[in-house]
Structures are given as structure tokens and as C-alpha cells.
């Protein structure tokens, strides 16, 4: 139990010997004045992809493969 209570405290007494703090991560001043260029969202439905499939019966995995194969030579 002292172990893990050791491994735990151990990478907060490290960050308190740091030289220099962390650098900023929030960007300074006001966004929505900036002058970057982003483009609006756009409503896209969950289900625009979507394609019905029904339930078929087990077909010979040989039959299969070949169907998927690409066409031409392998090598």
C-alpha cells in the first residue's frame, strides 16, 4: 500500500519542481472579432448514409471471395 501511495505522489511533488509554468491553452483576446475564415455549420442527419439491408441465407464463402476479389492480375 505504501508503494502505490508513493507512485501516486510521486509525479506531484516532480510538477512542483518545475522550472517554468505550462504554456497557455486558451487563446487570448475576443474569437468571435478575429479575422479567421470558418466556414458555418451545416445540418447533416445521423442517417443520410444509411442503406436497408435484409437478412440473407448463408452462401458458399467461396463464392463470396471470388466476388470481392479486385479485377487483374495479383502480382
Not at 486558451?26 to 436497408?52: E, K, N
Amino acid at each position: 500500500m505504501k508503494h502505490l501511495f508513493f507512485v501516486a505522489a510521486l509525479p506531484l511533488l516532480a510538477s512542483g519542481c518545475a522550472a517554468t509554468l505550462p504554456p497557455n491553452v486558451i487563446a487570448p483576446g475576443d474569437l468571435a472579432a478575429s479575422l479567421a475564415q470558418v466556414r458555418p455549420p451545416r445540418y447533416t442527419s445521423p442517417v443520410s448514409g444509411y442503406t436497408h439491408r435484409v437478412p440473407v441465407d448463408p452462401q458458399p464463402w467461396r463464392n463470396q471471395n471470388d466476388a470481392q476479389t479486385p479485377e487483374g492480375d495479383a502480382s
